[in-house]
């Protein structure tokens, strides 16, 4: 499944080193090149010899020792690699990804690398939570870094916790997904909406909320990533959209339900992240509002709701077509669950992804998230704080699975 491809793989200087022997055995199986490099701290915990026993080419070590004078053995590396996998990673080797650092052979090839990277962390669970190694993991998730999550369970320093590398098995999977796999949204048309609409009073000033349109971003680019045909939807946002999408600008909410609702009958899902403002103003002045008396009252009437109008559309057009699998967000300060649940009732969603917006880290503009997922059945799926292209990543591939077109179901297996 891997034929013609070359997967440099880093180890690094973990106890979980030993199990990179046997994921680079199974890439090999599958037809890898691979080309692996340690780290002088990994050489303490398993024999270079054993890696080039296993990957039938010499391991790289040591940044100075060039063997073929034709070429710089970090660039020929860093360029050879349609992946690099740097399993174990240790906290040491994400702070260096993280900060740009190269002072051994492996990170300097990270820096020289264009290919796509893929981290195995393992390490002691309090490291792992520690704020320093949490940050630098948000910061590489927000370049693009893909990541296999660490297991759970007794860890060789004699806790339990959350911290061990993950299965090579596992890791093989996610590698081929990666590089071979189909794709699970290709073919697939999808509409996400993004940041807060606004809603003028006159020419100079409006009204809106502090959405930045991050998650809609995120949830674009991961899409747009897993192989969709892209549509972003976006109001007022913090920086700009992301490349290879359709962008289609719409100020306020009446202009963005006309553009959803235009388009809603082609897409196969449709999620909605925008943060719409509930209401506009009853009057907007064309010319600029001059100061007058010390009070003003403004009159504000409602603004079409915006998923309740496609869950209103989507059960209208239930028994006559093919409808696209809805999935609303819902921000929120209190009573999370009981608040999301009656929202995705009311508004006919699919699913309903809830967050906690007083929650550190998961408030607007912030670069993480924290999410519950709630389906029908209840909850479907709790993410942690992890950067919002992260999740993106883990919700599209929870619509995947469940959405009407999706190979698991359209073969005649139940709800996931």
Known sequence: MLEGKTIVLGITGGIAAYKAAT???????????????MTEGATKFISPLTLQTLSRHPVATDTFDEHDASVVQH?????????????PATANIIAKMAHGLADDMLSTTLLATTAPV?????MNVHMLQHPAVQGNLEVLGSRGISFVESGTGQ???????KGRLAEPDEIVEVIIGMLAGRK???GRKVLVTAGGTIERLDPVRYITNDSSGKMGFALAEAARDLGADVTLVCARTDGPPPAGVTVVKTPSAEEMLAAVMERLPDMDAVFKAAAVADYRPAEKRENKMKKGPETMTLELVRNPDILQEIGNWKQANGGARRTPFVVGFAAETTDVERHALDKLARKRCDLLVANDVSQEGAGFGSDT????????????????????????????QLISRRAAWAPERSEGAGPL
């Open 118 to 122: 893929l981290i195995a962390p393992a």
């Open 369 to 396: 998230n924290i999410v519950n997922v709630y389906g029908a059945e209840g909850l479907v799926l709790s993410l942690a704080r992890q950067p919002k292209r992260l999740i993106a990543e883990q919700l599209w």
């Open 155 to 161: 860890l060789a320093c004699g806790y339990v916790g």
């Open 23 to 37: 994921l680079c055995s199974r890439l090999v199986s599958h037809g890898a090149q691979v080309r692996v490099i």
């Open 75 to 87: 660039i020929d590396l860093a360029d050879a690699a349609d992946l690099v996998v740097v399993a």
């Open 184 to 186: 699970p949204l290709a």
